[in-house]
């Protein structure tokens, strides 16, 4: 089983810009389907972005402000999140599916998850 740790989490004013690190432990991440997750206190768990061999999908609320990506030399996905909002400040999860195929939305689809990150804007 893999471990995932998030990172570059914190405190930026709206406009800002953060980016997001998921390094990985115990397994390769080059052969999965990564996303990134976030919740909001008292929201649902909301997907943000995911890659995988079949492309990248990003949620319409951050489309043209965050980018996923991955290093496969570092085992590390990133999501860089440009022109921040209020309404982006959450706890963010990275998370890894079993396969590497398709990109997937629904959390279901992926097996291992990190403790979270926590993003806050201040407007």
């Known amino acids: 089983q893999v471990q995932l740790v998030e990172s570059g989490g914190g405190l930026v004013q709206a406009g800002g810009s953060l980016t997001l690190s998921c390094t990985a432990s115990?397994?390769?991440?080059?052969?999965?389907?990564m996303a990134w997750f976030r919740q909001a206190p008292g929201k649902e768990r909301e997907f943000v972005a995911g890659?995988?061999?079949?492309?990248?999908i990003t949620n319409h609320s951050v489309k043209g402000r965050f980018t996923i990506s991955r290093d496969n030399a570092k085992n590390t996905v990133y999501l860089q999140m440009n022109n921040l909002k209020s309404e982006d400040t959450a706890v963010y999860y990275c998370?890894?599916?079993?396969?590497?195929?398709?990109?997937?939305?629904?959390?279901?689809?992926?097996?291992?998850w990190g403790q979270g990150t926590q993003v806050t804007v201040s407007s």
């Open positions: 890659l995988s061999e079949s492309g990248n």
């Open positions: 115990g397994r390769t991440l080059s052969n999965r389907g």
């Open positions: 998370a890894a599916s079993r396969s590497g195929s398709f990109t997937y939305s629904r959390a279901s689809f992926y097996e291992d």
